[in-house]
């Protein structure tokens, strides 16, 4: 089961690329940011950001997209462009034919640590522990794009349990 996370973003998206052959393995395949240049227009770091992740799907053909929800902050106008960049990571996956899952920054957190305020640098360290990797993921960008990808997959396993308890 291969399952990208994406850490959406206007001028940093950062994507996670993760195996799972199984329900407690995680193997890290690919991770990194996608981008904008600061001077662009939004309509072209969505088609920035679109095409990178088409991209990243054409090259790794990944089952499962898995994607962060918005933060509704303070800042109305920041929150819509973060919606817009969302959405061009959205139809990139739909695209493709890849099921995509969004999760909230919390549930990512507590999935990861067990405490659904943990800091960055926190989910640092645990998407580092799960992958077996030799030092920190960054940008943090990235590191949270694996922390999605992992997330899903401890989701969508459980969820393969329960439909196997199920159909039982």
């Not at 399952?3 to 407690?24: K, Q, W």
């Not at 969505?46 to 054409?58: Q, R, T």
């Amino acid at each position: 089961m291969r399952i990208l996370g994406i850490d959406p973003g206007t001028a940093v998206c950062g994507f996670g690329l993760i195996e799972s052959p199984t329900s407690n393995r995680y193997i890290c395949v690919d991770y990194g940011t996608i981008r904008s240049k600061a001077k662009q227009a939004q309509a072209e770091r969505l088609k920035n950001i679109y095409d990178g992740v088409a991209g990243i799907i054409a090259a790794f053909q990944p089952d499962l997209m898995a994607v962060e929800d918005v933060f509704y902050g303070h800042n109305v106008q920041a929150a819509l462009k973060l919606g817009q960049a969302r959405g061009a990571v959205i139809l990139a996956g739909v695209n493709a034919g890849i099921p995509v899952t969004a999760y909230a920054a919390r549930q990512v957190k507590q999935s990861l640590t067990g405490y659904g305020a943990a800091s960055k640098e926190q989910v640092q360290r645990m998407v580092r522990e799960l992958l077996g990797l030799s030092q920190a993921v960054s940008p943090l960008d990235a590191s949270d794009a694996l922390a999605i990808a992992l997330c899903h997959a401890q989701r969508w396993w459980t969820d393969q349990k329960l439909k196997s308890i199920k159909s039982k």
